[in-house]
């Protein structure tokens, strides 16, 4: 490639043209930081960008690397990961569309760029891929017994009708006909463990819920089948006697929940990984708040175990049973193990 002149490369870095990633970099002296021509970050003034042949000699200048663009890693793909941090933000924030709006804005990118960028990267539109995550999320909530009025809300649309509308156009029918469809047969019993009542239901291919109740109701059903063996390989978890659970689960949830929650059945009895950790896992490191959350939203507490995730520092934050039963669950797996 013959040399470039500064004024090719500050058009590059006006640009952000990313095809000259790796052939130059540029360094803003009021900041002392590099960045690769690509950086999303608001462009410099020119009067304070100097450039550079190769990453080793803007760090000889004392310039330190630029958080957002990474100059410092090899195989950093921008691009991909402001697409993935914006997937991030409407898992997170699908429901809450003000809030939704201030996060996509944080991003620092133009609307249009930003959906050429995530249709790049995941073949559909940020607004498709919003549509799917409500969808999936009201189909979870109205299978459980949600009204359809507090779906809506939960899902992010203002009215009933609204949502209505949005339903009837994804899947052809009204909220309503949904509801009256034949559902998937469950069965359900009650196990008492020694930290409260817990609620097992089960369809035919697998376990779908596992739940902490404060009261037992009229609806439990007999231990049979996959609910009695269930029932008995906790009894021989809680005795300190099984370290894994044998049994197929059925669960319901987005793509990224899914995700998760896999993760979390590969953390070894007896440990703990931290949410940082597992966004790290699953290769999205800018992730740990929806992991939060996905563990938060877990249906199979215990067979999932997402009791075994903890902060950063180790304490116990957050957990759908209490934090009490957490503590005890880690303390009988760390005595086990």
Known sequence: ???????????????????YDGVFYYGVKTTGIVCRPSCPSKVPARKNVVFFDDYASALQAGFRPCKRCRPDLLN???AKELAAQLKDTIDTFYGERTRLQEEMNQIGMTRGHLRELFEASYDKSPEEYLAAVR?????ELLRNGTSITETAMTVGFSSPSAFTTF???QTGMTPSQYLRQEKPQETSCLYESPIGLIRIRATEK??????F???ADQTAGEKKGLLEDTCS???????GKRQHFEVPLDVEGSVFQKKVWKDLREIPYGSTRSYQQIAESIGREKAARPVGMACNRNPILILIPCHRVVGS?????????????????LNLEQKNA
Do not use: T
């Open 1 to 19: 490639m013959k040399k470039l002149s500064d004024e090719e490369k500050w058009q590059a870095v006006v640009n952000n043209d990313r095809n």
């Open 76 to 78: 950093y793909d921008p």
């Open 135 to 139: 969808l999936a999320r009201a189909e």
């Open 167 to 169: 339903w009837k156009a």
């Open 206 to 211: 697998g376990i779908c819920s596992l739940k």
């Open 213 to 215: 109740i404060e009261h």
């Open 233 to 239: 390989m906790l009894d021989e978890y809680f005795a």
């Open 313 to 329: 520092n180790g304490s116990l934050v957050g957990y759908a049973g209490g934090i009490e039963r957490k503590q005890y669950l």
